[in-house]
């Protein structure tokens, strides 16, 4: 089967480009709108993009044509918290994807608590295990052949990380089986770790590796 994209419907090129390009981290994003109104959203075209300097990004699509309060919450403050899904918050992050206007409190909705972060303002989630406090660097608009944006990818400086030490190895690794984290797959799909393994990085033998 031989697919050119521009051939399908935003749906179709949709449904199968998030079926092929699996497991994909969940961006829990918690952010802050003009007024101080809190909003969380899951993102799942999301991901780490460089550790120095610390950055992430996530692609945002609209609304109604016109941005998502995710985006325009960023537009407004330029700050951000990443609560990472463990496996017993689905139910709270799938509720906290609910369609609603701004100032519509997902928190609340989802039957969450707040805690306060350290650095940036937005409230992190507190029953997620791990969070990723960031500030906004950039911001890109994708483009269609016609020239209109259809999503914007947000670039973010991460200021400050929380881990919960029941999950936390000294000197700087994690407990993935702990973690539990939670992927995203096409349509309504989710995936939960399965068995972990190891695989040694390859050297030329006699080289210098």
Same mark, same amino acid.
């Given at each position: 089967m031989d697919i050119d994209p521009a051939s399908l419907s935003e749906r179709d090129r949709h449904l199968l480009l998030t079926a092929l390009v699996v497991p994909r981290p969940i961006g829990w994003?918690?952010?802050?709108?003009?007024?101080?109104?809190?909003?969380?959203?899951?993102?799942? =075209? =999301?991901?780490?993009?460089?550790?120095?300097?610390?950055?992430?990004?996530?692609?945002?699509?609209?609304?109604?044509?016109?941005?998502?309060?995710?985006?325009?919450?960023?537009?407004?403050?330029?700050?951000?918290?990443?609560?990472?899904?463990?496996?017993?918050?689905?139910?709270?992050?799938?509720?906290?994807?609910? *369609?609603?206007?701004?100032?519509?409190? *997902? =928190?609340?909705?989802?039957?969450?608590?707040?805690?306060p972060s350290t650095v940036v303002r937005p409230p992190r989630v507190a029953a997620a295990r791990a969070h990723l406090e960031a500030r906004l660097v950039d911001e890109v608009a994708v483009v269609d052949d016609d020239g209109v944006a259809h999503n914007h990818v947000v670039f973010a400086r991460i200021v400050h990380v929380h881990v919960d030490d029941a999950i936390f190895t000294p000197p700087h690794r994690i407990d993935m089986a702990a973690l539990a984290p939670v992927a995203r797959l096409a349509g309504t799909g989710y995936a939960r770790i399965g068995e972990l393994f190891s695989v040694p990085r390859p050297e030329v033998p006699g080289g210098d590796g």
């Open positions: 994003i918690s952010t802050l709108d003009a007024r101080g109104r809190p909003n969380l959203a899951p993102y799942s =075209f =999301f991901n780490l993009v460089a550790s120095s300097p610390p950055t992430l990004i996530v692609s945002i699509g609209q609304r109604d044509g016109g941005p998502k309060d995710t985006l325009a919450n960023l537009r407004a403050t330029g700050e951000l918290v990443v609560n990472v899904v463990s496996d017993d918050l689905t139910a709270a992050m799938n509720a906290s994807s609910v *369609e609603s206007g701004p100032g519509h409190d *997902e =928190f609340a909705f989802a039957g969450l608590e707040t805690t």
